[in-house]
């Protein structure tokens, strides 16, 4: 079963759903998934309840576990970050695996890069934006973590000009996906976040519903991507807070559980 929700296409897979990226889809040399609530699966919906990629979970590695089993990915072949809203950027290897594995040896890292075949990269998520990269003729994957104050930092300028300065990688050869996240739409903010927000980016950032001030998250990492010669760039256009059905949202349900960014060279 395959559908569509925003640009992305969400399929079951042994037992859960999962969305995936048109434009990452058309590259035979990645494996990409973001993982959704869902589990279809009786006996796993029964133990599990809902799908949780939340490192802080006590019961974690049953959830996790049960998703690589789903898609076919070795739990012990993961690296996950250890998200603090920072710009720091890391290039990993499998010595930077955990033990045991969900066990994060990386500290304050909110993005991953590797040209390691084989090692899937980790980042979870709850309105922020999963930023997924990938440079097919150095054959270099990178993901960034990129909430509002990620954002105002430019995380997602930093992701590119690592994979720049540590393996050549031409922004205009690489190709950016961003993931499910807060929209337009439901991310409101006050004036204080606003004002940040106009002086960094502009006006076109900054999207006004009566007396209530939003800010485009979305527009203003596309800004920061086109500022630094990225050209293929491609939206989600699923907002986690209009969508609860299948993505955790942190501002509409307060939750602490998490959904997944994974991506990993074949």
């Not at 006590?58 to 809203?85: A, G, M, W, Y």
């Not at 996240?181 to 006004?208: N, Q």
């Not at 699923?238 to 949202?249: G, L, M, N, Q």
């Given at each position: ?34 993982t959704t609530r ?47 809203h920072s710009k ?179």
């Amino acid at each position: 079963m395959k559908f569509h929700v925003g640009n992305y296409i969400l399929k079951e897979i042994d037992g859960t759903i999962i969305a995936q990226s048109p434009m990452f889809l058309q590259f035979e040399g990645i494996e990409h998934l973001f993982t959704t609530r869902i589990i279809k699966d009786d006996e796993a919906k029964k133990e599990l309840g809902e799908l949780d990629m939340s490192v802080k979970n006590d019961e974690f590695p049953k959830h996790f576990e049960f998703l690589t089993k789903c898609v076919n990915i070795s739990p012990q072949r993961c690296v996950f970050s250890h998200q603090v809203h920072s710009k720091n950027i890391k290039v990993v290897t499998s010595e930077d695996i955990g033990e045991p594995y969900w066990e994060r040896k990386l500290r304050e890292v909110d993005g991953l890069i590797t040209n390691e075949r084989g090692l899937f990269l980790v980042t979870t998520y709850a309105d922020c934006m999963p930023i997924l990269a990938y440079d097919p003729n150095n054959e270099v994957i990178g993901v960034a973590h990129s909430g509002w104050r990620g954002t105002l930092i430019e995380i997602a300028k930093e992701l590119i000009l690592k994979m720049n300065e540590e393996f050549n990688s031409s922004p205009q050869d690489i190709f950016v996906t961003v993931g499910p996240s807060i929209g337009p739409d439901s991310f409101e903010v006050g004036e204080d976040v606003a004002e940040k927000f106009f002086l960094k980016f502009g006006r076109e950032v900054i999207k006004e519903f009566g007396s209530k001030v939003h800010v485009d998250l979305w527009k203003a990492v596309e800004l920061t991507l086109k500022s630094v010669g990225v050209e293929h760039i491609e939206f989600s256009m699923i907002d986690t807070y209009k969508h609860t059905e299948y993505f955790y949202s942190y501002r509409k349900e307060n939750t602490k559980k998490r959904f997944a960014a994974i991506i990993g060279l074949k």
